[in-house]
């Protein structure tokens, strides 16, 4: 079954440095996204992408957080001064063009910031 | 502001009994609902959806009831099975193509006693 494959699994990073979390979506899938889960809260959209450039984006994702899918396979998130509190599970997804909206998840990325 | 609410953080449920999990929300624009389950360290998986036309969905052991004059969706499981034990989100859709987010409630921790 095709799935969304997230690199890489754990983060560490000092406070202030930059970090990019790397996916690659499902191939034929057109819609992308990043959602992040703070330990204990819930999921909270950050961002959505579609025909390369954004659609959507959340309070969260302010000028901090930059998207880019460069080469038609990967899709980024860069944080570009990582704060403590962005430590969090960064999930990636995508979807097709079905009528359900249901999105693959990839695994997640866990990001500490210290 | 917490757009869809789930009031309880576990629930705790004999195998082969039913297990229901509840859902409020409050924006009038959702137009889709769907339910995810979340393993630790895992993503969340997509289980099942439902349009905010119909009241009533149903796949295999898993059946979803929308009633929109209430703003109250639940996941029925039946019966229930130790390998459901998970996190269960309630999330909520709107906007189309691009512009489709999903919104996720905070998740109810689902515990199945062999």
């Known amino acids: 079954e095709p799935e969304v494959t997230q690199t890489p699994s754990h983060q560490v990073t000092q406070m202030g440095q930059e970090v990019i979390l790397r996916c690659v979506p499902i191939?034929?899938?057109?819609?992308f996204y990043w959602y992040r889960q703070i330990l204990g809260q819930k999921v909270e959209f950050l961002v959505s992408f579609y025909n390369n450039e954004i659609s959507e984006k959340s309070e969260i994702f302010d000028d901090q957080f930059s998207v880019e899918r460069p080469d038609g396979s990967n899709f980024t998130l860069k944080i570009r001064s990582t704060k403590l509190e962005d430590s969090a599970m960064y999930f990636c997804a995508s979807r097709g063009d079905t009528a359900n909206y249901g999105y693959t998840f990839g695994s997640g990325t866990r990001l500490t910031v210290v | 502001d917490q757009q869809v609410k789930q009031n309880s953080p576990s629930l705790s449920v004999q195998e082969g009994r039913i297990s229901i999990l509840n859902c409020d929300y409050t924006?009038?624009?959702?137009?889709?609902f769907l339910w995810y389950k979340k393993y630790p360290a895992e993503g969340p998986t997509f289980l099942i959806s439902?349009?905010?036309?119909?009241d009533k969905n149903e796949d295999g052991r898993f059946t979803v009831f929308l009633n929109k004059s209430a703003k109250h969706l639940s996941l029925h499981i039946v019966p229930s099975q130790p390998g459901d034990s998970a996190v269960y989100f309630c999330a909520a859709s709107e906007g189309s193509g691009g512009y489709q987010k999903v919104t996720f409630g905070t998740g109810t921790k689902l515990q199945v006693i062999p």
């Open positions: 439902i349009s905010s036309i119909k």
């Open positions: 191939s034929n899938h057109l819609y």
């Open positions: 924006n009038s624009m959702f137009d889709y």
